[in-house]
């Protein structure tokens, strides 16, 4: 069965990392049981063998004992394949006679029984000896990196990669959903803990992104498709009708004190439905880019009916008063349409945000029942001086006895609604203690009310944050520990007539409390965007359990993804606050930058080829390549496939029908060696 | 459609007015009740205090009888009993050690539990099996003006949420609706009504059913309706000892089925009405001697 | 003015009992408790409690057993569930109280004068016999046996009973009572 054609040296090594592998593996016993092994000319066991010793020990041995295999059992190769490559070309081999074991994540850390987890990681160690004597020398390839970048959302973490990308020269596309860039900061009033004002701080930046000559700022826009690989990505873009040219509109919203609603009548989604806008719109002053919006749903010029394809029927019937004003700068279109752009990029930054829980899912706390419950974020545009009441704390429901708007003297704010719940979202969302304790401040502050903070555990780990804590304390703003238990409105006692009633435990004093007051403020947690699935498979990345994007690793590597020229940024991969995702952003952009400025990748030669005489030319694997990399020649009616663009999947070697695709690394003598070497062991 | 009938100890004894109500209700909309052969009593909330592996073998006794008579699902009105024949199913399938427990019992006396029965609340099967819509179909007298105050009680959604919403219920609403009756908005559908705390510690029970009372007559109910004989038995019998403590909260409380019966044109005392110890006002929609037979019994 | 003693030691610890209570169907999230209180804050009966639920559950964790097993809160529950329901570790809260009342019925060490251990075993001491419950009967035996002056209390409440014609002094037997008999000795048997 083996290669009688070299004489195979194979040194083995296997490391302990401390005492991640070698509490549950006896690592000696591992090395003296692959030494009886065939070929195999030395055998050692080693506490750490990715340092420096333990590399040049590699080093050394393949030079001492003329080595010309090396398996080394320890991580997993997404960790430190690379390491023991270097060090095995280092030593003077090709890196591709390197082949590694990883006897920690699927041995030593699943594992409880010290004797079994041994003999797993022999069995390992001997699949790995048996399939490395097949191993062949490979060259790596190089791939050239477009220097262009995609930057997908535009809220902070978005705009401050798309930013940082384009003040070092290089072009971005910045794309985002909505109608304009800022994401759920441009709703906020203040930011947590030093209380700047959010629209003072992003603004300017928006107004940036809008006006940089690097960045091509596509809103109410949606990524449709992503082809290619690093460094050579294809994306379609769907740039939704907005019924406006963004070319020839200038912003001077003509059009909206035009429009035949005399007032706003349709739900504003900016200010989260506590305010009105009109079917032509501007979802808020600042909004970039400054551009007016056509809501097809409500404007009297659309049919209610839609096309067989969707989109929205001309109706005619309005008087377009909008159209009128517009006058010569003609910006209006009724007769726009969905447009796809095809762009190519070499690097992907994604930062698709969050959303915030329906508060609906914890009936108990009243959301949706009581009008006095509000959720965190209506309570931002609440205190907001752009927002729909200018600033005015008012409770929709109930009017002081004069007919006047009532104002709440009472404020309990319930911290984890939805979060650290296995019924919901068993995480914590990391943001709400903190933003939490801002909305009590600025509640307090524009009301002077009593302001209740109804919380498990207080998570003020940032730099200020404690310091934030202790002013809320001094202020007198009261902190109760305990999870509320429920928000209702029947009363027990006189002072609870007519108002909301929190019953808790205060698990500190001991006791249920009922604690009536005028406002209940759900901090509601952070959750994956509804479409993050969808959007995983866009940019072929994973999620975790709980439906964030998966880092490629959670120390070091965490703006990557598993697929390379793919970064992520802010709280796409899991809830942070604001200088949190500012920092992810710009490490996101500089990992783009090592890509684009590096000018090419090197390529694991794991590409598939056609062993030409064997071919009969059937077709069959070329629809089946994802990445078109297999062309038919007609004149020698054989299949050929492209290196270049071959990603080595497998799809083709598998469909073969005469077995006469071979792929590099995963050829048949190998795996079939490696899974009589994991049996053998008994 | 036929089930096997599970009374319970209530049914046959103070909480005789849900059987009385309950059967020609079913009956009427075509729902075939087989009284379960020689059952025994469920073991309730007191069994568990004591021994779970006892109450869950009394309870599987009524599961094994209805496997051996070849019935398909097992009708419970009680909420008591409802939620015990689930749980002891539950306890069954999720524990080894319960199942053999179980098992044993059985041998011991030639009887087998092999499979989970569907256990199911009239409420249930009102709403899923038969639908409002049929229901709606069968009503002569609506409740016309009639405010009800819904009430669902613990063990029908708790713990275990089969058929209906765990916070906010809503099949006795709809059916209540489809009579032609108004339901009051009412958050304590499923708030505890004491349990049997109201007799062995009155103080803290009965301060439960005079919460429910209060709220009740506060939002503007004319009655409350409930599916559980224990409520009833809360809600209907203290008056005068929440009377004294807090304050009179004097409102009927029925069962959901009698109101069902009335809308279908039964009489109050073929609803067994007259057991009430708070007599129901005579609707304006009722037959004429059935309006004089409330009335007779509110005297 | 008497002192009592609150600092608690290891020796006040019956160690061991928290990991039994974990070990039985239906209580092993005890350990996952992150005493938010929830359990309490929903309880209706908390109010009466000597220990809200969230301290039972502490300190059965901690195995504070003479403290927990005295305990009025465990009599107060009332099998609503509301706190199994709602617990954002989904720890069964109400099972919980269960086995701690069987505990306490077992070493006879709940609180005197309570009735909610008495109804509880007379209970199922007619389960066992009849196969069937007769709440009047039930009811007359707790009061004898717990407060017999109670009992007169509830004389307008029977009256009412007779005049609706739900009381019945008459004793319900099912016909298989020596097979239900049989089946529940065999519980005991099998400990």
């Known amino acids: 069965m083996q290669s009688t054609k070299e004489n195979i040296r194979i040194g083995f090594y296997v490391c302990h990392c401390g005492h991640n592998i070698a509490a549950m593996v006896d690592c000696a016993d591992v090395a003296k049981y692959v030494k009886g092994l065939p070929n195999v000319v030395l055998s050692r066991d080693y506490k750490y063998m990715c340092s420096d010793p333990g590399q040049e020990l590699i080093q050394k041995d393949i030079r001492e004992y003329k080595l010309n295999r090396v398996v080394v059992a320890s991580c997993s190769p997404l960790l430190h394949e690379h390491t023991f490559r270097s060090a095995t070309a280092a030593g003077g081999l090709n890196p591709y006679y390197f082949h590694m074991v990883n006897i920690r994540e699927h041995d030593s850390w699943v594992h409880t029984d010290r004797g079994e987890a041994t003999v797993k990681a022999k069995a390992l160690a001997h699949a790995a000896i048996d399939r490395v004597a097949f191993h062949k020398a490979l060259e790596t390839k190089t791939v050239k990196i477009n220097p262009d970048a995609l930057v997908v959302g535009g809220g902070i973490a978005g705009i401050h990669a798309a930013m940082t990308l384009a003040n070092a020269g290089k072009k971005v596309y910045l794309v985002e959903r909505e109608p304009s860039i800022g994401g759920h900061m441009a709703k906020f009033d203040k930011t947590f803990p030093t209380l700047d004002c959010a629209a003072c701080i992003l603004t300017p930046k928006m107004s940036e992104v809008g006006a940089h000559p690097n960045i091509t700022l596509w809103s109410y826009s949606e990524v449709a498709q992503v082809d290619g690989y690093v460094g050579n990505y294809k994306v379609r873009v769907k740039r939704k009708p907005r019924y406006i040219s963004e070319e020839r509109c200038i912003g001077c919203m003509d059009c909206i004190s035009a429009c035949v609603f005399k007032e706003p009548k349709f739900e504003d989604e900016f200010n989260e439905g506590l305010g009105k806008r009109k079917p032509v719109y501007i979802p808020f002053p600042q909004a970039t880019p400054q551009i007016v919006v056509i809501d097809p749903n409500v404007c009297l010029n659309f049919k209610r009916t839609k096309g067989p394809d969707g989109t929205p029927i001309v109706s005619d019937r309005c008087k377009k008063t909008c159209v009128e004003a517009c006058g010569d700068k003609n910006a209006i279109d009724f007769t726009q349409k969905e447009e796809i752009k095809e762009i190519e990029v070499g690097t992907i930054i994604v930062a698709t945000g969050f959303k915030t829980f329906d508060s609906k899912r914890v009936p108990a706390y009243g959301y949706g029942i009581y009008k006095n419950v509000y959720t965190a974020l209506e309570i931002e545009r609440l205190v907001n001086a752009s927002g729909p009441t200018g600033g005015e704390v008012i409770l929709r429901e109930g009017k002081n006895p004069d007919g006047s708007p009532k104002h709440p003297k009472s404020i309990g704010i319930i911290h984890c609604v939805g979060s650290r719940d296995k019924k919901t979202n068993v995480w914590c969302s990391r943001v709400c203690c903190m933003y939490s304790m801002k909305l009590a401040h600025l509640l307090k502050e524009h009301t002077g009310a009593e302001v209740y903070n109804f919380y498990i555990d207080i998570r003020a780990p940032g730099k200020g944050y404690e310091e934030f804590y202790n002013k809320l304390l001094d202020e007198g703003v009261h902190f109760i520990r305990g999870r509320v238990g429920e928000v209702t409105d029947w009363a027990m006692t006189p002072e609870e007539e007519g108002k909301l009633v929190i019953r808790v435990e205060d698990t500190l004093a001991g006791y249920v409390r009922r604690i009536p007051v005028d406002m209940v403020v759900l901090s509601s947690g952070l959750e994956p965007q509804a479409d993050a699935q969808d959007v995983r498979r866009l940019f072929n990345m994973s999620c975790g359990t709980e439906g964030f994007f998966l880092e490629r690793h959670p120390k070091l590597a965490p703006v990557n993804t598993f697929t390379d020229g793919i970064f992520i940024a802010g709280a796409c991969q899991g809830p942070r606050d604001i200088p949190d995702t500012v920092a992810q952003a710009g490490a996101a952009a500089a990992e783009a930058l090592v890509l684009i400025d590096k000018g090419f990748v090197e390529q694991e030669p794991n590409t598939a080829f056609i062993l030409d005489e064997e071919c009969s030319g059937c077709k069959s694997c070329i629809p089946l390549c994802p990445y078109s990399a297999i062309l038919y020649d007609e004149t020698r009616k054989k299949a050929h496939i492209n290196e270049a663009l071959c990603k080595g999947c497998g799809t083709c070697v598998a469909a073969c029908p005469s077995g006469s695709i071979v792929q590099n690394l995963f050829e048949d003598e190998q795996i079939f060696s490696e899974i009589q070497g994991v049996l053998a062991y008994d | ?299 | 003015m008497e002192m009592t003693r609150t600092i608690k030691y290891e020796a006040d610890r019956v160690k061991g009992f928290g990991e039994e209570v974990m070990s039985v169907p239906g209580c092993e999230k005890l350990k996952d408790c992150i005493q938010c209180g929830t359990c309490s804050g929903v309880c209706p009966l908390s109010i009466y409690m000597d220990f809200t639920p969230r301290q039972v559950i502490e300190m059965t964790r901690f195995d504070f057993k003479n403290e927990v097993l005295g305990s009025k809160t465990i009599w107060l529950c009332a099998s609503c569930y509301a706190c199994s329901v709602e617990c954002p570790q989904q720890i069964g809260i109400t099972d919980i109280m269960y086995e701690l009342k069987q505990r306490a019925i077992k070493e006879k060490v709940y609180p005197r004068g309570l009735p909610t251990p008495v109804l509880a075993q007379e209970f199922t001491k007619m389960v066992h016999d009849y196969g069937r419950v007769n709440e009047i009967l039930l009811a007359t035996k707790m009061y004898m046996k717990t407060n017999p002056l109670a009992a007169m209390g509830m004389s307008t409440l029977g009256l009412g009973m007779i005049k609706t014609g739900r009381f019945s002094m008459i004793q319900e037997k099912i016909q298989g009572r020596a097979d239900l008999a049989r089946m529940l000795e065999t519980v005991d048997e099998g400990k």
């Open chain 2, 1 to 299: 459609m036929k089930y096997s009938y599970y009374p319970g100890c209530s049914l046959k004894g103070q909480g005789r007015a849900y059987e009385e109500s309950l059967l020609p209700v079913m009956r009427h909309l075509g729902i075939e009740l087989e009284e379960l052969p020689d059952w025994n009593c469920c073991g309730a909330t007191a069994y568990m205090a004591v021994d779970e592996g006892k109450a869950c073998v009394a309870a599987s006794r009524n599961l094994a009888i209805a496997e051996k008579a070849g019935l398909q699902q097992v009708l419970a009105p009680c909420s008591a009993c409802y939620l015990v024949l689930n749980k002891t199913q539950h306890l069954i399938h999720d524990y080894p050690q319960i199942k053999s427990a179980v098992d044993r019992a059985m041998t011991s006396v030639n009887l087998k539990y092999s499979t989970d029965i569907p256990v199911r609340h009239p409420l249930d099967v009102l709403i899923s099996d038969v639908g409002v819509d049929a229901i709606k179909q069968k009503v002569t007298h609506p409740l016309k003006g009639l405010k009800v105050a819904p009430y669902y009680g613990c063990q029908i959604v708790r713990p275990y949420a089969t058929f209906d919403d765990q916070f906010n219920p809503t099949s006795m609403d709809r059916i209540l609706e489809a009579l032609g009756a108004t339901m009051v908005q009412f958050p304590l559908k499923t708030k505890c009504c004491g349990g049997s705390l109201t007799g062995t510690l009155p103080e803290a029970g009965l301060r439960l059913s005079y919460i429910i009372l209060k709220e009740a007559i506060k939002r503007g109910a004319d009655v409350i309706a409930t599916v559980c004989p224990l409520c009833l038995f809360n809600l209907d019998s203290f008056h005068g000892k929440i009377a004294a403590k807090w304050e009179s909260a004097r409102i009927p409380t029925v069962y959901f089925t009698q109101l069902m019966g009335l809308a279908f044109g039964m009489t109050a005392k073929q609803m067994g009405l007259q057991r009430g110890l708070v007599p129901m006002k005579p609707l304006a929609s009722a037959p004429a001697c059935c309006a004089a037979r409330t009335a007779a019994a509110a005297t």
